[in-house]
């Protein structure tokens, strides 16, 4: 429940809340130079980053940037051939051949809604059908999300934003992960037969998790990681919530990863790491492991 929430997610402009926090200072436990984390959001448009106190200077007094991703390594060709593969079927399977008639009905009605035709326009079926489930509920949380923002520019990132800002000063910009661990965790993790499943879910629930995605994202931009946490936590009590095994793979796991290898990133240099603010919350957030591990983790205003 928690990945697809987060991937619907529309942009909405919101007034800061008084408790509004991003961006946090990590200091003590041996560091002789603070370093910060920002929570971000994936389809943040770069102009956010006006909004957010203390930024820029948080930026300049780092010596590098580490996200969870070397955004770079993205538009490198083999690594897009890669995502575009995981993206496929395999074996010539095709999302009708996965699907009942009563399955695709349901997908086409969501189809139709979202680009104005389906699966039975042969054009559209030649684009759709032979892409896995999952990458499909990504493409058409995309789609859903440039119509109502049709000049946000997905290649300008806000995520990206970080990073072009630290390599145009000369800084090391780095990443947790590889894109073959993020190809693994969002497309190779799930059995055929759960990607279907979770694609009837968002076609089940679609304006739900349309209403409730709106909900996130003013919580996002009123800096309300709180709210963020609550929304995202949210749940069906059913089968279209993630397994626990679905948030180790694609939040908790990730996160204890991160936590083990940013005590001596920030040793060796002062560092910005930016990370999906959905990584930030809760029992197993960065935030709180990284006090747990003896950092002093403070706001900054």
């Known amino acids: 429940m928690k990945k697809i929430i987060i991937s619907l997610a529309l942009l909405l402009t919101a007034a800061l809340s008084a408790n509004a ?47 969870e991703l070397e955004m770079s390594d ?26 009942t008639a009563e399955q695709q009905a349901k997908l086409n009605t969501v189809l139709t809604n979202t680009l104005g035709a389906d699966l039975t326009n042969p054009m559209v079926k030649q684009q759709l059908d032979p892409l896995a489930p999952k990458a499909l509920m990504t493409q058409l949380s995309l789609v859903t999300y440039l119509k109502r923002n049709p000049n946000f520019n997905p290649l300008n990132s806000f995520d990206g934003y970080f990073q072009d800002l630290a390599k145009e000063k000369g800084k090391e910009v780095k990443g947790f992960e590889t894109i073959d661990f993020q190809i693994e965790a969002m497309f190779k993790g799930d059995t055929m037969e ?4 979770l694609l009837m879910c968002f076609c089940d629930n679609f304006e739900y998790m349309d209403l ?10 009123a800096q309300d990681l709180k709210g963020v946490e609550e929304i995202t936590d949210e749940r069906f009590n059913n ?42 919350v809760g029992e197993r957030g960065v935030l709180n492991g990284l006090r747990k591990a003896g950092y002093t983790v403070t706001g900054v205003k």
Request: glycine fraction near 6%; charged fraction near 20%.
């Open 74 to 99: 993205m538009t490198l060709s083999e690594n897009t051939m890669k995502m575009q593969k995981a993206m496929m079927l395999e074996d010539g399977k095709t999302l009708t051949s996965l699907l």
């Open 239 to 280: 089968s279209c919530d993630d397994t626990a095994e679905e948030q180790e793979r694609m939040i908790y796991g990730r996160n204890d990863n991160w936590l083990i290898k940013m005590p001596t990133i920030m040793k060796e240099k002062s560092t910005f790491f930016a990370v999906g603010a959905a990584h930030l």
């Open 212 to 221: 409730q995605a709106e909900r996130l994202t003013k919580a996002y931009f």
């Open 21 to 67: 926090q991003l961006l946090y200072k990590i200091s003590g436990n041996g560091l002789t130079h603070d370093s910060y984390i920002i929570g971000t959001y994936h389809l943040a448009p770069v102009s956010f980053a006006d909004s957010i106190p203390g930024l820029q200077a948080a930026l300049d007094a780092t010596e590098q940037v580490c996200g």
């Open 194 to 197: 759960r990607q279907v499943e």
